[in-house]
């Protein structure tokens, strides 16, 4: 799996749109790119993937650079339920390595 | 989606002892996993579960120190040998499916392990 790189850390008001960065500069072309969120002492949930297009679902939507070097998973109207720690995953087979991710908090 | 359970969902037990955690889906998947994530970490895949095949380990865990059971499609376990404080962790089972044309993991909720 291509290495992703995330900030640490980003605080977003309730209500606003969350926009989360990360970079994969080494993704290769058959990689997906996936994002997780992993709320306080739950399992890690699925939100979205992709591969070249932009991907819309009823969670987030995911924009992904036209060279596929970076992707920004956007959370159209955060909640206080939307705190979680996100991961971004490059994958092109079943198993899926997990960074550090970004750890979002939504204040009121 | 897969509905997955843990047992037990927490435990504290004693160095040298062993602890063996049961991870029950609700249905039949191809592909169920094991990770380790220890405090304030991200998680770490220990093993892939096959049915009726040992597991195949990632670099850093053996089979000695972990070994996996995974009789049926449905239903693997997990057992942490001969415990240290280092092995305090939440080890979660979770299942992969491509139904929907792609690699969505489920994850249970995760079996909360102190030792002392």
Same mark, same amino acid.
């Not at chain 1, 036209?66 to 939307?82: G, Q, V």
């Not at chain 2, 415990?83 to 979770?94: A, G, N, Q, V």
């Given at each position: 799996?291509?290495?992703?790189?995330?900030?640490?850390?980003?605080?977003?008001?309730?209500?606003r749109?969350?926009?989360?960065?990360?970079?994969?500069?080494?993704?290769?072309?058959?990689?997906?790119?996936?994002?997780?969120?992993?709320?306080?002492?739950?399992?890690?949930?699925?939100?979205?993937?992709?591969?070249?297009?932009?991907?819309?679902?009823?969670?987030?939507?995911? @924009?992904?650079?036209? $060279?596929? !070097?970076? &992707?920004?998973?956007?959370?159209?109207?955060? *909640?206080? +339920?939307?705190?979680?720690?996100?991961?971004? @995953?490059?994958?092109? $087979?079943? !198993?899926? &390595?997990?960074?550090?991710?970004?750890?979002? *908090?939504? +204040?009121? | 989606?897969?509905?997955?359970?843990?047992?037990?969902?927490?435990?504290?037990c004693?160095?040298?002892?062993?602890?063996?955690?049961?991870?029950?889906?609700?249905?039949?998947?191809?592909?169920?996993?094991?990770?380790?994530?220890?405090?304030?970490?991200?998680?770490?895949?220990i093993?892939?579960?096959?049915?009726?095949?040992?597991?195949?380990?990632?670099?850093?865990?053996?089979?000695?120190?972990?070994?996996?059971?995974?009789?049926?499609?449905?239903?693997?376990?997990l057992?942490?040998?001969?415990?240290?404080?280092?092995?305090?962790?939440?080890?979660?089972?979770?299942?992969?499916?491509y139904?929907?044309?792609?690699?969505?993991?489920?994850?249970?909720?995760?079996?909360?392990?102190?030792?002392?």
């Open positions: 799996d291509a290495k992703t790189t995330q900030p640490p850390s980003m605080d977003c008001a309730e209500g749109a969350a926009n989360l960065p990360c970079n994969h500069s080494t993704i290769s072309g058959n990689e997906y790119v996936y994002w997780y969120r992993q709320i306080h002492s739950q399992g890690p949930q699925y939100i979205i993937h992709g591969l070249k297009n932009n991907e819309t679902n009823e969670m987030a939507s995911l @924009i992904i650079t036209e $060279d596929r !070097k970076s &992707s920004t998973l956007i959370l159209p109207h955060a *909640t206080l +339920r939307d705190t979680a720690v996100y991961y971004c @995953i490059a994958s092109n $087979d079943y !198993k899926l &390595s997990f960074g550090a991710g970004t750890t979002v *908090t939504v +204040r009121a | 989606s897969a509905v997955i359970s843990q047992k037990p969902s927490r435990d504290i004693q160095r040298g002892t062993s602890l063996t955690i049961q991870c029950q889906v609700d249905s039949q998947v191809t592909m169920m996993f094991w990770y380790r994530q220890q405090p304030g970490q991200s998680l770490t895949l093993a892939t579960a096959n049915q009726g095949s040992e597991a195949t380990y990632e670099s850093g865990f053996v089979i000695d120190k972990f070994p996996i059971s995974r009789p049926n499609l449905t239903f693997s376990t057992t942490v040998s001969n415990m240290s404080p280092e092995d305090s962790s939440i080890y979660l089972c979770s299942v992969g499916t139904q929907r044309g792609y690699n969505e993991q489920f994850f249970g909720p995760g079996t909360r392990l102190t030792v002392l």
